[in-house]
């Protein structure tokens, strides 16, 4: 079963001009910093730190919308505008667990597309 792209790189590939290696280390750049940035987001949320969860859905959401992961994109920026103040701490999980899962398809994914850049 092939699963629906949720990534692209056309906006990245635009940015760096086509430029190969430019491309490789941005995209190096993002599978290593993305369970990082999810760790990030997830201890804040635990630690009720709202500062820190709009900065770090913030730093994000930046690298989301240069892989144009909307899907990410638009969680990020709930988290980012709300800091989910008012949410219960079930729905926190669930949205923490969607974060975690849509940022690991996309990471299989640009690991997929980058063997187009070596």
Known sequence: MKTDRIMSL???VEICGGDKTFILEMIDLFLAQADPQVDEIEKAIKEKDCGNLKRSA??????AQL?????LVELLLQIESSGLKELEEKEKKI?????????????H???EDRKNYI
């Open 67 to 71: 892989f144009e992961i909307t899907c």
């Open 58 to 63: 913030h730093k994000f959401k930046s690298s």
């Open 95 to 107: 949205i923490i667990k969607k974060v975690r899962d849509i940022s690991k398809l996309a990471c």
């Open 109 to 111: 994914q640009i690991k």
């Open 10 to 12: 056309n906006t990245l």
